[in-house]
Protein backbone atom coordinates (compact mmCIF):
# COMPACT_ATOMS: atom_id res chain seq x y z
CA UNK A 1 0.00 0.00 0.00
CA UNK A 2 3.09 2.23 1.08
CA UNK A 3 4.00 2.18 -2.92
CA UNK A 4 0.71 3.46 -4.43
CA UNK A 5 1.07 7.15 -5.69
CA UNK A 6 -1.81 8.23 -3.43
CA UNK A 7 -0.38 6.96 -0.41
CA UNK A 8 1.59 9.52 1.16
CA UNK A 9 -0.46 12.27 0.15
CA UNK A 10 -3.37 10.31 2.11
CA UNK A 11 -1.83 9.82 5.03
CA UNK A 12 -0.66 13.74 5.85
CA UNK A 13 -4.56 14.26 4.95
CA UNK A 14 -5.85 11.58 7.49
CA UNK A 15 -3.36 12.95 10.14
CA UNK A 16 -4.51 16.24 9.62
CA UNK A 17 -7.73 15.34 9.25
CA UNK A 18 -7.88 13.67 13.06
CA UNK A 19 -6.49 16.71 14.66
CA UNK A 20 -7.50 19.97 13.83
CA UNK A 21 -7.92 20.02 10.24
CA UNK A 22 -4.66 21.84 10.17
CA UNK A 23 -1.29 21.02 8.52
CA UNK A 24 0.65 19.87 10.87
CA UNK A 25 4.34 17.83 9.91
CA UNK A 26 5.99 16.36 11.70
CA UNK A 27 9.92 15.54 10.90
CA UNK A 28 8.78 12.45 9.57
CA UNK A 29 6.24 13.41 7.53
CA UNK A 30 8.35 16.57 6.06
CA UNK A 31 10.54 13.71 4.07
CA UNK A 32 7.95 12.62 2.04
CA UNK A 33 7.16 16.60 1.07
CA UNK A 34 6.22 18.11 -1.55
CA UNK A 35 3.41 15.10 -2.48
CA UNK A 36 0.64 15.66 -4.18
CA UNK A 37 -2.46 13.86 -5.80
CA UNK A 38 -4.20 14.82 -9.05
CA UNK A 39 -3.26 19.05 -9.06
CA UNK A 40 -3.12 19.27 -5.52
CA UNK A 41 0.04 19.55 -3.67
CA UNK A 42 1.01 19.83 0.25
CA UNK A 43 4.29 21.18 0.91
CA UNK A 44 6.13 22.11 3.99
CA UNK A 45 5.01 25.64 3.26
CA UNK A 46 1.25 25.09 4.15
CA UNK A 47 2.25 24.12 7.98
CA UNK A 48 -0.54 25.06 10.04
CA UNK A 49 -2.94 26.11 7.13
CA UNK A 50 -6.76 24.58 7.19
CA UNK A 51 -6.76 21.80 5.03
CA UNK A 52 -9.54 22.59 2.13
CA UNK A 53 -9.38 20.76 -1.57
CA UNK A 54 -12.42 20.25 -3.71
CA UNK A 55 -14.77 17.30 -2.74
CA UNK A 56 -14.47 15.93 -6.33
CA UNK A 57 -10.80 15.35 -5.34
CA UNK A 58 -11.87 13.72 -1.85
CA UNK A 59 -14.96 11.46 -3.69
CA UNK A 60 -11.54 10.52 -6.44
CA UNK A 61 -9.22 9.77 -3.77
CA UNK A 62 -11.90 7.33 -1.69
CA UNK A 63 -12.84 5.87 -4.94
CA UNK A 64 -9.18 4.92 -5.53
CA UNK A 65 -8.21 3.52 -2.00
CA UNK A 66 -11.77 1.49 -2.31
CA UNK A 67 -10.93 0.18 -5.15
CA UNK A 68 -7.56 -0.82 -3.80
CA UNK A 69 -9.08 -2.81 -1.08
CA UNK A 70 -11.52 -4.58 -3.36
CA UNK A 71 -9.03 -5.33 -5.92
CA UNK A 72 -5.13 -5.08 -4.54
CA UNK A 73 -5.26 -6.68 -0.89
CA UNK A 74 -4.88 -10.22 -1.17
Known sequence: M?????????RIIVNSCSHNFRYEFRKYDKKFLPTSYKDIEINEEMEGALISMPLQILIELVDEIIFFAKERIT
Open 2 to 10: EDEPWYQFT
